[in-house]
Protein backbone atom coordinates (compact mmCIF):
# COMPACT_ATOMS: atom_id res chain seq x y z
CA UNK A 1 0.00 0.00 0.00
CA UNK A 2 1.41 3.10 -1.09
CA UNK A 3 1.88 5.92 1.88
CA UNK A 4 0.15 9.07 2.14
CA UNK A 5 1.55 12.40 0.36
CA UNK A 6 3.01 14.55 2.56
CA UNK A 7 2.41 17.98 3.22
CA UNK A 8 4.73 19.48 0.72
CA UNK A 9 2.58 18.31 -2.01
CA UNK A 10 -0.56 20.12 -0.54
CA UNK A 11 1.40 23.59 -0.50
CA UNK A 12 2.69 22.92 -3.75
CA UNK A 13 -0.70 22.48 -5.41
CA UNK A 14 -2.03 25.45 -3.16
CA UNK A 15 0.48 27.59 -5.15
CA UNK A 16 0.32 26.16 -8.60
CA UNK A 17 3.60 24.89 -8.55
CA UNK A 18 3.36 20.93 -8.78
CA UNK A 19 4.43 20.77 -12.38
CA UNK A 20 8.35 19.56 -12.24
CA UNK A 21 8.85 22.73 -14.67
CA UNK A 22 7.59 25.31 -12.03
CA UNK A 23 8.83 23.38 -9.42
CA UNK A 24 12.03 23.79 -10.04
CA UNK A 25 11.90 27.56 -11.63
CA UNK A 26 10.49 28.46 -7.80
CA UNK A 27 13.41 26.21 -5.96
CA UNK A 28 15.97 27.63 -8.70
CA UNK A 29 14.88 31.10 -7.39
CA UNK A 30 14.58 30.20 -3.33
CA UNK A 31 18.00 29.20 -3.89
CA UNK A 32 19.55 32.37 -5.48
CA UNK A 33 18.16 33.84 -2.42
CA UNK A 34 20.01 31.38 0.39
CA UNK A 35 22.91 30.50 -1.26
CA UNK A 36 24.54 31.60 -5.00
CA UNK A 37 26.58 28.25 -4.89
CA UNK A 38 23.21 25.89 -4.27
CA UNK A 39 21.59 27.31 -7.87
CA UNK A 40 20.55 24.17 -10.50
CA UNK A 41 21.08 21.88 -7.02
CA UNK A 42 16.93 20.97 -7.22
CA UNK A 43 15.64 17.35 -7.08
CA UNK A 44 15.45 15.27 -9.82
CA UNK A 45 11.88 14.22 -11.57
CA UNK A 46 11.99 10.78 -9.43
CA UNK A 47 13.26 12.26 -6.58
CA UNK A 48 10.57 14.64 -6.33
CA UNK A 49 7.96 11.74 -6.87
CA UNK A 50 9.45 10.41 -3.66
CA UNK A 51 9.35 13.01 -1.54
CA UNK A 52 5.57 14.21 -2.56
CA UNK A 53 4.57 10.84 -2.12
CA UNK A 54 5.76 9.77 1.13
CA UNK A 55 8.60 7.89 0.65
CA UNK A 56 11.17 9.16 2.09
CA UNK A 57 13.04 7.86 4.87
CA UNK A 58 13.37 10.97 7.53
CA UNK A 59 13.96 14.56 5.70
CA UNK A 60 16.08 15.41 2.54
CA UNK A 61 19.31 16.59 2.73
CA UNK A 62 20.34 19.95 4.94
CA UNK A 63 20.46 21.98 2.07
CA UNK A 64 17.24 20.87 0.20
CA UNK A 65 15.57 21.68 3.39
CA UNK A 66 17.05 25.34 3.43
CA UNK A 67 15.67 26.04 -0.06
CA UNK A 68 12.46 24.42 0.57
CA UNK A 69 11.90 26.41 3.98
CA UNK A 70 12.88 30.08 1.89
CA UNK A 71 10.44 28.40 -0.58
CA UNK A 72 7.41 28.25 1.55
CA UNK A 73 8.08 31.04 4.68
CA UNK A 74 6.61 29.56 7.65
CA UNK A 75 6.77 25.73 7.20
CA UNK A 76 9.69 24.38 8.92
CA UNK A 77 10.86 21.13 6.59
CA UNK A 78 10.28 19.18 9.38
CA UNK A 79 6.29 19.87 8.83
CA UNK A 80 6.49 19.67 5.44
CA UNK A 81 7.38 16.10 5.26
CA UNK A 82 4.49 14.79 7.59
CA UNK A 83 1.29 12.95 6.06
CA UNK A 84 -1.27 14.57 5.03
CA UNK A 85 -4.37 14.16 3.44
CA UNK A 86 -5.65 15.29 -0.15
CA UNK A 87 -6.36 18.58 1.63
CA UNK A 88 -5.37 19.14 5.38
CA UNK A 89 -2.72 17.43 7.71
CA UNK A 90 -3.37 14.31 8.89
CA UNK A 91 -0.80 11.97 11.42
CA UNK A 92 2.18 13.55 12.72
CA UNK A 93 1.29 17.17 13.90
CA UNK A 94 -2.84 16.31 13.26
CA UNK A 95 -5.09 18.66 11.46
CA UNK A 96 -5.38 21.18 14.92
CA UNK A 97 -2.01 21.53 15.24
CA UNK A 98 -1.20 22.46 12.05
CA UNK A 99 -3.53 25.05 11.62
CA UNK A 100 -2.84 26.46 15.26
CA UNK A 101 1.03 26.81 14.31
CA UNK A 102 -0.11 28.63 11.12
CA UNK A 103 -3.12 30.68 12.42
CA UNK A 104 -1.41 32.88 15.28
CA UNK A 105 2.12 34.25 14.90
CA UNK A 106 3.57 37.23 16.45
CA UNK A 107 3.78 40.48 14.80
CA UNK A 108 7.73 40.43 14.77
CA UNK A 109 6.70 37.08 13.08
CA UNK A 110 4.97 38.08 10.02
CA UNK A 111 8.16 38.55 7.87
CA UNK A 112 8.21 35.51 5.93
CA UNK A 113 4.42 35.77 4.76
CA UNK A 114 5.02 39.04 3.47
CA UNK A 115 7.99 38.43 1.85
CA UNK A 116 6.03 35.69 0.14
CA UNK A 117 3.14 38.22 -0.79
CA UNK A 118 5.82 39.63 -2.66
CA UNK A 119 6.44 36.88 -4.94
CA UNK A 120 3.29 37.47 -7.00
CA UNK A 121 3.06 39.38 -9.98
CA UNK A 122 0.91 42.32 -8.73
CA UNK A 123 1.76 43.03 -4.81
CA UNK A 124 -1.14 44.20 -3.08
CA UNK A 125 -0.91 45.20 0.86
CA UNK A 126 -3.25 46.97 2.98
CA UNK A 127 -2.47 48.24 6.27
CA UNK A 128 -4.73 49.57 8.96
CA UNK A 129 -2.84 50.21 12.11
CA UNK A 130 -0.99 52.78 14.78
CA UNK A 131 2.07 53.50 13.50
CA UNK A 132 3.52 51.31 10.62
CA UNK A 133 6.94 50.50 12.25
CA UNK A 134 6.27 46.46 12.35
CA UNK A 135 5.24 46.69 8.60
CA UNK A 136 8.10 48.89 7.83
CA UNK A 137 10.67 46.33 9.36
CA UNK A 138 9.05 43.10 7.27
CA UNK A 139 8.88 45.14 3.74
CA UNK A 140 12.09 46.41 3.94
CA UNK A 141 14.35 43.14 3.01
CA UNK A 142 11.60 42.31 0.02
CA UNK A 143 12.46 45.94 -0.95
CA UNK A 144 15.56 45.98 -0.92
CA UNK A 145 15.34 42.39 -2.57
CA UNK A 146 13.37 43.74 -5.38
CA UNK A 147 15.81 46.55 -5.78
CA UNK A 148 18.34 44.12 -6.14
CA UNK A 149 16.59 42.00 -9.08
CA UNK A 150 15.87 38.80 -6.62
CA UNK A 151 12.41 39.41 -6.96
CA UNK A 152 10.47 40.95 -9.54
CA UNK A 153 7.09 41.73 -9.46
CA UNK A 154 5.06 43.33 -11.85
CA UNK A 155 3.73 46.45 -9.57
CA UNK A 156 3.75 46.99 -5.69
CA UNK A 157 0.47 48.83 -4.50
CA UNK A 158 0.98 49.52 -0.41
CA UNK A 159 -2.14 51.33 1.76
CA UNK A 160 -1.74 52.34 5.11
CA UNK A 161 -4.73 53.56 7.22
CA UNK A 162 -3.01 55.52 10.31
CA UNK A 163 -4.46 57.35 13.19
CA UNK A 164 -3.82 61.04 13.09
CA UNK A 165 -1.30 61.83 15.82
CA UNK A 166 -1.61 65.88 15.37
CA UNK A 167 -5.38 65.65 16.85
CA UNK A 168 -6.22 64.66 20.41
CA UNK A 169 -6.70 60.91 20.67
CA UNK A 170 -8.34 58.62 23.63
CA UNK A 171 -5.33 56.19 23.38
CA UNK A 172 -2.65 56.57 24.17
CA UNK A 173 -3.33 58.33 27.35
CA UNK A 174 -1.57 59.78 30.34
CA UNK A 175 -1.88 57.46 33.35
CA UNK A 176 -2.73 59.67 36.14
CA UNK A 177 -6.20 61.13 33.91
CA UNK A 178 -6.68 59.13 31.34
CA UNK A 179 -6.24 62.23 29.33
CA UNK A 180 -4.55 63.05 25.58
CA UNK A 181 -0.64 64.10 25.71
CA UNK A 182 0.44 66.84 23.11
CA UNK A 183 3.98 65.68 23.67
CA UNK A 184 3.36 62.12 23.73
CA UNK A 185 1.46 62.66 20.08
CA UNK A 186 4.27 64.81 18.91
CA UNK A 187 6.93 62.33 19.89
CA UNK A 188 4.73 59.00 18.10
CA UNK A 189 4.09 61.09 15.10
CA UNK A 190 7.54 61.67 14.26
CA UNK A 191 7.97 57.53 14.83
CA UNK A 192 5.03 57.11 12.47
CA UNK A 193 6.09 60.00 9.80
CA UNK A 194 9.44 57.92 10.05
CA UNK A 195 8.32 54.26 9.24
CA UNK A 196 5.22 54.95 7.01
CA UNK A 197 6.88 57.49 4.48
CA UNK A 198 10.08 55.42 4.32
CA UNK A 199 7.50 52.77 3.02
CA UNK A 200 6.19 55.51 0.57
CA UNK A 201 9.54 56.76 -0.56
CA UNK A 202 11.18 53.12 -1.16
CA UNK A 203 8.07 52.21 -3.55
CA UNK A 204 8.32 55.09 -5.33
CA UNK A 205 11.78 54.97 -5.71
CA UNK A 206 11.55 51.30 -7.07
CA UNK A 207 9.07 52.89 -9.67
CA UNK A 208 11.53 55.87 -10.87
CA UNK A 209 14.11 53.33 -11.14
CA UNK A 210 12.03 50.91 -13.20
CA UNK A 211 12.46 47.68 -11.23
CA UNK A 212 8.44 47.92 -11.23
CA UNK A 213 6.24 49.05 -13.91
CA UNK A 214 3.91 50.72 -11.14
CA UNK A 215 4.62 51.68 -8.15
CA UNK A 216 1.86 53.44 -5.61
CA UNK A 217 1.74 53.61 -1.64
CA UNK A 218 -0.70 55.97 0.29
CA UNK A 219 -0.86 56.98 3.60
CA UNK A 220 -4.24 58.04 4.80
CA UNK A 221 -5.24 59.61 8.54
CA UNK A 222 -8.57 58.75 10.92
CA UNK A 223 -9.80 60.29 14.03
CA UNK A 224 -10.38 56.37 15.26
CA UNK A 225 -9.11 55.14 18.10
CA UNK A 226 -6.22 52.24 17.28
CA UNK A 227 -7.40 49.46 19.11
CA UNK A 228 -5.98 46.92 16.55
CA UNK A 229 -3.51 45.86 13.23
CA UNK A 230 -4.90 44.43 10.42
CA UNK A 231 -2.90 43.26 7.54
CA UNK A 232 -4.53 42.31 4.05
CA UNK A 233 -1.77 40.74 1.93
CA UNK A 234 -3.19 40.66 -2.23
CA UNK A 235 -6.48 40.31 -1.17
CA UNK A 236 -6.32 36.51 -0.06
CA UNK A 237 -4.75 36.83 3.80
CA UNK A 238 -4.75 38.44 6.87
CA UNK A 239 -3.61 39.06 9.54
CA UNK A 240 -5.48 40.32 12.41
CA UNK A 241 -4.51 41.19 16.35
CA UNK A 242 -5.91 43.83 19.25
CA UNK A 243 -3.05 46.10 20.41
CA UNK A 244 -2.50 45.26 24.69
CA UNK A 245 -1.96 48.28 26.10
CA UNK A 246 0.64 48.40 28.88
CA UNK A 247 1.66 50.79 31.43
CA UNK A 248 5.01 52.79 30.25
CA UNK A 249 7.40 55.71 31.56
CA UNK A 250 8.16 57.68 28.94
CA UNK A 251 10.51 60.20 28.55
CA UNK A 252 9.27 63.69 27.15
CA UNK A 253 10.59 67.05 26.76
CA UNK A 254 8.34 67.96 30.18
CA UNK A 255 10.21 65.16 31.83
CA UNK A 256 9.26 61.79 32.41
CA UNK A 257 5.45 60.57 32.29
CA UNK A 258 3.63 57.41 32.77
CA UNK A 259 1.31 56.66 29.56
CA UNK A 260 -1.06 53.86 28.57
CA UNK A 261 1.03 52.85 25.83
CA UNK A 262 -0.23 50.46 22.72
CA UNK A 263 1.94 47.27 22.73
CA UNK A 264 2.19 46.65 19.02
CA UNK A 265 5.36 44.60 18.82
CA UNK A 266 4.19 42.12 21.42
CA UNK A 267 0.68 41.57 19.48
CA UNK A 268 -0.25 38.31 18.21
CA UNK A 269 -2.27 38.62 14.66
CA UNK A 270 -4.12 35.52 13.48
CA UNK A 271 -3.90 34.50 10.06
CA UNK A 272 -6.67 33.91 7.99
CA UNK A 273 -5.86 32.20 4.47
CA UNK A 274 -8.33 32.37 1.18
CA UNK A 275 -6.22 28.84 0.86
CA UNK A 276 -7.56 27.32 4.18
CA UNK A 277 -10.66 26.53 1.93
CA UNK A 278 -12.55 27.30 5.01
CA UNK A 279 -15.99 29.75 4.78
CA UNK A 280 -14.99 31.34 7.82
CA UNK A 281 -11.84 32.56 6.84
CA UNK A 282 -13.06 33.76 3.19
CA UNK A 283 -15.72 35.64 4.94
CA UNK A 284 -13.13 37.16 6.96
CA UNK A 285 -11.05 38.29 4.66
CA UNK A 286 -14.26 39.82 2.69
CA UNK A 287 -15.54 41.57 5.73
CA UNK A 288 -11.71 42.90 6.38
CA UNK A 289 -11.35 44.25 2.78
CA UNK A 290 -14.54 46.28 2.78
CA UNK A 291 -14.25 47.73 6.07
CA UNK A 292 -10.57 49.00 5.40
CA UNK A 293 -12.14 50.42 1.54
CA UNK A 294 -14.93 52.20 3.40
CA UNK A 295 -12.80 54.01 5.90
CA UNK A 296 -10.07 54.71 3.12
CA UNK A 297 -13.31 56.07 1.19
CA UNK A 298 -15.06 57.77 3.23
CA UNK A 299 -13.64 59.62 6.82
CA UNK A 300 -10.12 59.00 6.08
CA UNK A 301 -7.98 61.96 4.73
CA UNK A 302 -4.45 63.34 3.40
CA UNK A 303 -1.73 62.17 6.52
CA UNK A 304 -0.77 65.43 7.99
CA UNK A 305 2.88 65.96 7.50
Known amino acids: MREQPVML ?11 YATFIAQYDKAAQRV ?7 YPSRAQLHRWLN ?34 RPATGIGTFAASALMSAVPSTGLRPFI ?25 QEPLDKIRAGELKPESVTV ?29 AHRITSRHAY ?9 ARKGRISQGHAQIRAHQLPPLFKMYILNGDQVFFGLYPIAKHDIPL ?8 DLMGKDAMVFRYSGASGETADTQFIEQSQAWFDSIWDSISYEFPA
Open 198 to 206: AILDSVHEL
Open 159 to 187: RMLLPDTTRPMVLPCRVEDLADDPDFRAR
Open 9 to 19: KVLLREKHWQN
Open 115 to 139: EQAFTTEHVIIDFAGFSGETLHGAV
Open 35 to 41: DAELAGS
Open 54 to 87: GELRGLPYADHCRVLEEMLPGWTAEQMFQPATAD
Open 253 to 260: PGGNRDMY
